[in-house]
């Protein structure tokens, strides 16, 4: 099973700033098979990226997702008050299963 | 508008067994698949298993192989999961997902594009 770890655990930031989440694989990912979400306290996971790069239906382009292989990378260019949430990393793998990242919580520094 | 819509919050008793349905509607059925994905209290996610709402093809997370069984009614656009021999660790929200797009035998991977909003399941003696 693909082991996915993001890093950092918690990102203190302030609005506006840039946020830079990394998701790492213990074994080489699909591009087209790597996603990421975004989950506010009590509500469901929202899709934010899909392909690795690619934005989900009516997601702002100051999210931005890149990487391959083992290295993947959500990008916040601009942080906006309503971005403070959990975001995870997901991957689907050969095997058919899929597999989430522990997660990192942006918070409001 | 495309959504989900999934049952009501269960409470059981540990080594009961609990059946949660996903009601679709806003789309063709059986053109997508269905994930289901579970979060306990303060914890992250764990997917459980997907079924194909085309020909009910299915792939579980092995922790839960032989506990759990995923099913589709496509007379009524509704995805059923049901996992058995309750445990306490089991208590946690269940959500169901859109995830996969079917065309025959190729299936377009967008990602879990669409989720329920969950149900709890409490497992307390």
């Known amino acids: 099973e693909i082991v996915l770890t993001q890093s950092p655990g918690t990102l203190s930031l302030s609005p506006g700033e840039r946020a830079t989440l990394s998701c790492r694989a213990s074994?080489?990912?699909?591009?087209?098979?790597l996603a990421w979400y975004q989950q506010k306290p009590g509500q469901a996971p929202r899709l934010l990226i899909y392909?690795?790069?690619s934005r989900a239906t009516g997601i702002p382009d100051r999210f931005s997702g890149s990487g391959s292989g083992t290295d993947f990378t959500l990008t916040i260019s601009r942080l906006e008050p309503e971005d403070f949430a959990v975001y995870y990393c997901?991957?689907?793998?050969?095997?058919?299963?899929?597999?989430f990242g522990q997660g990192t919580k942006v918070e409001i520094k | 508008q495309v959504q989900l819509v999934q049952s009501g919050a269960e409470v059981k008793k540990p080594g009961a067994s609990v059946k949660v349905s996903c009601k679709a509607s806003?789309?063709?059925?059986?053109?997508?698949?269905i994930s289901w994905v579970r979060q306990a209290p303060g914890q992250g996610l764990e997917w459980m298993g997907w079924?194909?709402?085309?020909?009910?093809?299915?792939n579980y997370a092995q922790k839960l192989q032989g506990r759990v069984t995923m099913t589709t009614d496509t007379s009524t656009s509704t995805a059923y999961m049901e996992l058995r021999s309750l445990r306490s660790d089991d208590t946690a929200v269940y959500y169901c997902?859109?995830?996969?797009?079917?065309?025959?035998?190729?299936?377009?991977?967008?990602?879990?594009?669409?989720w329920g909003q969950g149900t709890t399941v409490t497992v307390s003696s």
């Open positions: 997902a859109r995830e996969g797009e079917v065309r025959g035998v190729i299936i377009l991977y967008y990602g879990m594009d669409v």
């Open positions: 806003g789309y063709t059925f059986t053109s997508y698949g």
């Open positions: 079924i194909s709402a085309y020909n009910g093809n299915t």
């Open positions: 074994q080489s990912v699909s591009s087209s098979y």
């Open positions: 392909g690795a790069s």
């Open positions: 997901q991957q689907y793998g050969s095997s058919l299963s899929r597999t």
